[in-house]
Structures are given as structure tokens and as C-alpha cells.
């Protein structure tokens, strides 16, 4: 890498990832530059993109860097990358997987009990002084649930290891069954409500999978459901879900990702029986160091020449697998 390599850096990339991405490369920021600037300047030079994925890298971006090679993104989804159109360009997308399974799943356990047992409910009770009055009205339980998981990749089957702890039944919705899981496999998502009380959605956000959470699979999970989001505010048909909550037709949901995010809409907010979160899945020091880590060392892999670490299964790279 004895040139310089031009690489812009969007979607508000955490600092240690700027810090050693100026190490080695040409470095411009579209949180301090706006991209349109960036690239009339710089875009025949800019061969990578360090993405978090809050603007999107679509098509028009993607046509207007003809030499672009490589878009790193951090995290594991990268539905705000164009897909079509780097596989068409032939540029190399890679992600983050792995490297965050076990705090999402550790995340996402203390989500569903905080929804199911109401804690920041209970936590807002007593700072509104209402504990002198009247005990804190009874909640839902884990202790006679079946949770049903909407996916079952990697982080899917780190959460379900910690929730078999609890002693309860697991099933699955996937598109294909897992041979090597012992888990129940529903090939039809709303069967698979039917037979649970509570639903995890942990799988892709894409065009496959938008809106998988409707109406008619929240009426089949039925008036003692709890609807937990980790994975997309995509998946899930947010009015349907708002509407659902507010006529009693599931009891709860935990929510982490969200339609249009960072706005969430106050007839949301509004809800008693609903757990918001700022999409603060990975949110801790200690995994987004690792996850940033491996953003910078797919794009030094790329530029020296030894391929992507992390390549996402759909792109141009002969050993993506």
C-alpha cells in the first residue's frame, strides 16, 4: 500500500475507527463533509467505504466512485448497502459477524425480561412516588411461555442457548430447517405463532423479510404475546404492531430497531406495554472496538492484497461463502 488509498468514512463512524483508518489510508468524513461535496472532489480517487450503515450507500453513490473496490460496513446487517448494484460493480461488501454474537444475545435475554416483567414500568413507578400508594400491579412471566425465534442464524442460536436455560420451549421459523439444531423447524411463521406465546425476531433486513411481522402473525401470536425486535425495524410492520398493542391483541413488545430511525413515532412512545431502546444491541465499549477493529483490517486485508476477512455471502469474492 505504498500509495495512497482514498476511503470515505460515513454514517457517523465511531472515533477509534476513524483514529486507524488515518493510519493507513486517505481518510474523508461524510459526518463533517457532505458526501455530495466529498465526492466531487475526491470521488474519481475513493476506492473504500467505511460504513455504519445511518446513510445508506445505494446506487447513485455507488455509480458515482468509478473506482470504487471495497465497502466495509460495520455491523452484521447491511441492508443500507446496494447490494445489486455492488455485485454488479463488482465491489467487495464485508460485515462484523461473530464478533457480536454473544453481547446481542446477552442484550436481548435482558430485553425479554424487561418486557415480560415490566421492569422500566416498574422502575418509573417509583420515581413517580406511586409506591406509598399501591404495590406495583402483578406481571406477565417467562415461567409458562414457549418463545418462538423468527431466524435462527448465529446470534439467533447464541440467544436461544441462554434462553434453554430458563427451562422453557424454543421453536423456530427459518426458511430452510437446521439439521444440526434439535429445535422444532416451522417452515410457516404464522403456524409457528400460533404455537407460541412470545416471538424473537433476530433475521436480515431485506426486501425478503419486510413486513414478515404483519397483522395476521401478531393476531395468531395472540393476547398473551410479547413481540421482541433485534434484528430491523423493517421486519416487523410497525402500525400493524402500534395497533396490535393498543387494542390488547399482543400484551407487549421490546424494541430495539425501528422503522425510521432515530424517529419513532409518539404513538409508540405513547404505549404502557411497550420497552423502546435506542438500537443499543452491540452498544458496549468492549464490542464495538472489536467490531470497528474489523472493519479497519478488512480494508487493509483488501488494499494489501490478501482479500476480505469478513466478506458477506453475496458478494463478488470467490472465497465468500
Do not use: C
Not at 468514512?9 to 483508518?21: K, R
Amino acid at each position: 500500500m505504498s500509495e495512497q488509498i482514498h476511503v470515505l468514512s460515513m454514517g457517523e463512524m465511531v472515533p477509534a475507527v476513524e483514529v486507524a483508518l488515518a493510519k493507513t489510508f486517505v481518510v474523508h468524513r461524510a459526518s463533517a463533509n457532505g458526501i455530495s461535496n466529498i465526492v466531487t472532489e475526491f470521488g474519481e480517487r475513493i476506492r473504500g467505504i467505511a460504513t455504519r450503515g445511518r446513510q445508506k450507500a445505494d446506487a447513485a453513490l455507488i455509480e458515482s466512485l468509478p473506482k470504487l473496490e471495497i465497502i466495509a460496513n460495520f455491523g452484521v446487517g447491511y441492508d443500507s448497502i446496494d447490494l445489486s448494484a455492488a455485485i454488479e460493480r463488482g465491489v467487495v461488501v464485508t460485515n462484523t459477524p461473530d464478533v457480536l454474537n454473544d453481547e446481542m444475545a446477552d442484550f436481548t435475554v435482558g430485553l425479554l425480561l424487561s418486557t415480560i416483567r415490566e421492569l422500566p414500568q416498574a422502575d418509573r413507578y417509583i420515581r413517580d412516588g406511586k409506591w406509598p400508594s399501591e404495590a406495583y400491579p402483578l406481571t406477565e412471566t417467562l415461567r409458562d411461555r414457549t418463545v418462538g425465534f423468527v431466524g435462527m442464524g448465529r446470534i439467533g442460536q447464541a440467544i436461544a442457548k441462554r434462553i434453554a436455560a430458563f427451562d422453557v420451549p424454543i421453536i423456530y421459523h427459518s426458511r430452510k430447517p437446521q439439521p444440526e439444531i434439535a429445535y422444532k423447524h416451522y417452515p410457516d411463521l404464522k403456524a409457528m405463532a400460533a404455537d407460541a406465546d412470545t416471538l424473537i425476531a433476530i433475521v436480515p433486513g431485506n426486501e425478503s423479510t419486510r413486513h414478515m411481522i404483519d397483522a395476521d402473525i401478531l393476531a395468531a401470536l395472540g393476547s398473551r404475546g410479547i413481540l421482541i425486535n433485534v434484528a430491523r425495524g423493517s421486519v416487523v410492520d410497525q402500525d400493524a404492531l402500534i395497533d396490535a398493542l393498543r387494542k390488547g391483541v399482543i400484551h407487549g413488545a421490546g424494541l430495539d430497531v425501528f422503522t425510521d430511525e432515530p424517529n419513532v413515532p409518539l404513538s409508540l412512545l405513547a404505549l404502557p406495554n411497550v420497552v423502546v431502546l435506542p438500537h443499543i444491541g452491540t452498544g458496549t465499549h468492549h464490542t464495538r472496538a472489536i467490531m470497528g477493529d474489523l472493519v479497519v483490517d478488512n480494508l487493509r486485508s483488501w488494499f494489501s492484497g490478501r482479500g476480505p476477512v469478513t466478506p458477506v455471502r453475496e458478494t463478488p469474492w470467490p472465497k465468500a461463502g
